[in-house]
């Protein structure tokens, strides 16, 4: 039963949003997609038992999934015409091996992010349906305590049935319109995947190929607009150093520890000249900016510092274009290495309160405040942070780096 258990939380932690994304596209319904997914998990523990997970769990999902949203339509006389449509578009898919959902998750992110929706709204709604994330990582992200997120993203659902927002792919204006907060959505996931919530390690490669495959998608589309092009670039430079990010015993290295000779140089090269081609159309914005930051981290090379007061002037000019706690806190890194830790501490100290659930804040503040010579500022920053993180070989790091306290 254990193994059947793991087999159905990694195909939900891995396919979770493919899923819902194609069936709420299929029959136009949050609601009903999400409750025919649940039910297929439940069958799916019944039936995978005694060593009968199928080969292609995610697939196995969506036919019973399926089906089980056709039974509802054909028992609700509400939706009695929507069946034709509806048996159409199943009787195609069921006549090719593969099906591709991919345009599906897109069309989904559109939806999700109509302007019916507040902005940050938009973006959570994306994130739990199209990137899979859950209640409590979509909270991390926002601030703000995992009730609160779950009330916003139940809200959002109700009001796309209530107005009938179609399910649809926008034409090219309306798509414009709505680029900012696709992008931010895919940022996001790829954050997301980058420092994960929980687990053994802090990497999550299924949402950072997720959010590489997005944008890429996205660019498909919109071709031509450089902050695409900047946010796929950042992606890379970033995905490039997944291979080296955790040790032999899946411990946490900071990248002055990495083995450059893990990293996907053939990546960072093609970001460079991505990020070359954005920067050329002269409308500089927040992820070719992004961009740059991890261009020079990954031009750093071993044993040497990183460029720190080239990378807190590229911070300042972030901090223009897009002001928020959370780059004020990256800002008060940058310039802790480039002037002192004194100073970072005083660019942090406004925006402390607005970071109280925050958990790489604690992470921050208590590097600095060591640095700082704060020795008890430091390890009660640290506690809070290790109680923040929820991921096995951050924590290690994190109470090393705490021990390092009583020694300086």
């Known amino acids: 039963m254990k193994a059947v258990q793991q087999a159905v939380d990694r195909v939900m932690r891995q396919?979770?949003?493919?899923?819902?994304?194609?069936?709420?596209?299929?029959?136009?319904?949050?609601?009903?997609?999400?409750?025919?997914?649940?039910?297929?998990?439940?069958?799916?523990?019944?039936k995978w038992g005694n060593g009968r997970v199928p080969e292609n769990p995610a697939a196995w999902l969506?036919?019973?999934?399926?089906?089980?949203a056709l039974d509802v339509v054909r028992r609700s006389k509400n939706?009695?015409?929507?069946?034709?449509?509806?048996?159409?578009?199943?009787?195609?898919?069921?006549?090719?091996?593969?099906?591709?959902?991919?345009?599906?998750?897109?069309r989904l992110m559109y939806t999700c992010c109509h302007p019916a929706l507040d902005p940050?709204?938009?973006?959570?709604?994306?994130?739990?349906?199209?990137?899979?994330?859950?209640?409590?990582?979509?909270?991390?992200?926002?601030?703000?305590?995992t009730p609160t997120m779950a009330a916003r993203i139940t809200r959002a659902k109700h009001k796309i049935q209530k107005a009938c927002i179609p399910f649809a792919l926008p034409d090219e204006a309306e798509r414009t319109e709505r680029l900012v907060v696709i992008l931010q959505v895919i940022y996001l996931i790829y954050n997301e995947g980058y420092a994960a919530t929980e687990g053994q390690n802090q990497l999550r490669l299924d949402l950072c190929e997720e959010a590489l495959f997005l944008a890429r998608m996205v660019l498909e589309l919109s071709p031509n607009e450089p902050e695409v092009i900047g946010?796929?670039?950042?992606?890379?430079?970033?995905?490039?150093?997944?291979?080296?990010?955790?040790?032999?015993?899946?411990?946490?290295?900071?990248?002055a520890e990495q083995d450059r000779a893990l990293w996907d140089h053939e990546m960072i090269r093609d970001a460079h000249n991505l990020l070359t081609k954005a920067m050329q159309q002269a409308r500089i914005g927040p992820y070719q900016v992004q961009a740059a930051i991890h261009g020079l981290h990954c031009d750093t090379k071993a044993g040497e510092a990183p460029d720190w007061p080239q990378i807190s002037g590229l911070y300042s000019v972030l901090l223009r274009l897009e002001d928020s706690p959370v780059v004020r806190l990256n800002y008060a890194v940058a310039v802790s290495f480039a002037q002192s830790p004194e100073i970072a501490l005083g660019i942090i100290a406004p925006v402390a309160a607005e970071l109280e659930f925050y958990?790489?804040?604690?992470?921050?503040?208590?590097?600095?405040?060591?640095?700082?010579?704060?020795?008890?500022?430091?390890?009660?920053?640290?506690?809070?942070?290790?109680?923040?993180?929820?991921?096995?070989?951050?924590?290690?790091?994190?109470?090393?780096?705490?021990?390092?306290?009583?020694?300086s």
């Not at 299929?26 to 799916?44: C, G, M, P, R, V």
């Not at 973006?123 to 992200?141: D, F, Q, S």
């Open 15 to 46: 396919d979770r949003g493919r899923l819902v994304a194609t069936l709420a596209a299929t029959f136009n319904d949050f609601t009903l997609a999400e409750d025919a997914l649940q039910d297929a998990l439940f069958i799916a523990l019944e």
């Open 62 to 68: 969506y036919q019973v999934a399926k089906r089980r």
């Open 79 to 106: 939706l009695n015409s929507k069946i034709p449509d509806i048996q159409i578009v199943m009787d195609e898919r069921e006549q090719s091996e593969e099906y591709e959902v991919g345009d599906h998750r897109l």
């Open 120 to 145: 940050e709204v938009q973006i959570a709604l994306t994130l739990y349906t199209v990137g899979g994330l859950r209640i409590p990582e979509i909270a991390k992200a926002f601030l703000v305590k």
């Open 231 to 255: 946010l796929i670039a950042l992606i890379q430079f970033s995905h490039a150093r997944r291979a080296a990010r955790s040790g032999a015993q899946k411990q946490y290295l900071p990248m």
């Open 359 to 407: 958990q790489p804040y604690y992470v921050a503040l208590a590097d600095i405040s060591r640095r700082a010579g704060q020795m008890n500022k430091a390890i009660t920053a640290y506690d809070r942070a290790i109680e923040f993180s929820g991921v096995t070989g951050e924590k290690e790091f994190l109470l090393e780096q705490r021990q390092r306290c009583y020694v």
